[in-house]
């Protein structure tokens, strides 16, 4: 019974009960090359996840992902147009998604104001940045170079580049929050922001980090998105915030922070893309997508307000003391 109270172990068994359902419609679904390409189709949704994970463990929210993935998207698209090698695209987007993200740090750092209410302001900041940059023209697979559109499709090992990306995005991440004084910091800041300061973690500086680490990785996300999908224009990954909150709250970060694992979180967008490309198959529109999402964060609210996981105490000590 203890391995049920484990929210990886839940979900594990929801994805394999899930899995068995489809497969006895559709033994196809579960073939290992569509598994893979499952898996690949969630991996934007993954990395967006990892960065919304480190945000949310801070006491803090980022609506501004997907906006920030479209305009770092364009950007990437805009600068294969003029010539400008991929290395350089590479570096650009990262160091362009992490600028945006330290906007809104310290937006939220320095003046004080509502995380929700910062990355709702910018969301729709980037989304118009877009259309003043290119008047809402799209950008087609016709006026990408093939080198910018074969990257992450490449086929490594049996998984194309964007797969293996995520896998070790979700090592590097998995270390950085276990093993590291910052990984330790999200988790104190969260857990018990008063708490922290006594410790001598700066509670502005942390949350600081967790929007750059977000935006750095929507802003990778979005050359992946755009290269991968072959288009850019104003809306892309429209309302795909929510499934990144939804990935993070099914698995098992808490929404009111300082609790939560990579594995939960990684989980928790698989599961969002087994259903995703599941609806197709046995029939359901896919336009139910944006409601089971929504569904999914209700029921994983309640589960977390019945289980009442105190998450990490790593400051047992200096709250004694406060």
């Not at 006895?24 to 499952?38: C, D, E, I, M, Y």
């Not at 809402?136 to 910018?148: E, K, L």
């Not at 072959?230 to 939804?246: K, M, Q, R």
Request: proline fraction near 4%; charged fraction near 10%; glycine fraction near 12%.
């Amino acid at each position: 019974m203890s391995l049920l109270k484990s929210r990886e172990a839940i979900l594990a068994l929801a994805m394999l009960l899930l899995l068995a359902v489809i497969a006895s419609r559709f033994p196809g679904f579960v073939a290992p090359r569509n598994l893979a390409g499952v898996f690949t189709d969630t991996s934007p949704l993954i990395l967006l996840a990892l960065g919304q994970m480190v945000v949310i463990l801070t006491k803090c929210i980022d609506l501004s992902v997907a906006a920030n993935l479209a305009l770092c998207g364009m950007i990437a698209a805009l600068m294969d147009g003029m010539g400008v090698p991929l290395p350089l695209i590479l570096l650009a987007v990262l160091a362009l998604g992490a600028a945006l993200g330290a906007a809104n740090g310290a937006l939220v750092w320095l003046l004080g104001i509502p995380s929700i209410v910062v990355t709702l302001g910018t969301m729709t900041i980037y989304r118009g940045t877009i259309f003043l940059l290119t008047g809402g023209a799209w950008i087609n697979a016709h006026q990408m170079s093939a080198s910018f559109k074969a990257f992450p499709r490449a086929v490594f090992l049996g998984l194309p580049v964007m797969a293996w990306i995520a896998i070790a995005v979700v090592a590097v991440m998995a270390v950085v929050m276990t093993r590291t004084p910052l990984g330790r910091a999200f988790y104190a800041v969260g857990g018990n922001p008063h708490a922290a300061v006594y410790t001598g973690i700066s509670v502005g500086r942390t949350q600081f980090a967790a929007f750059v680490i977000a935006g750095a990785l929507a802003g990778l996300t979005g050359y992946l998105w755009v290269a991968r999908y072959a288009v850019a224009y104003v809306d892309i990954a429209g309302g795909f915030e929510l499934d990144v909150v939804a990935a993070c709250v099914i698995g098992g970060i808490a929404i009111a922070g300082g609790a939560g694992t990579v594995a939960g979180c990684v989980m928790g967008a698989l599961f969002l893309g087994i259903i995703k490309n599941a609806l197709p198959v046995v029939g359901i529109s896919p336009f139910w997508q944006m409601a089971i999402s929504g569904s999914a964060i209700l029921i994983a609210i309640a589960f977390n307000a019945r289980k009442r996981d105190p998450g990490r105490i790593i400051l047992k000590q200096a709250e004694h003391r406060t």
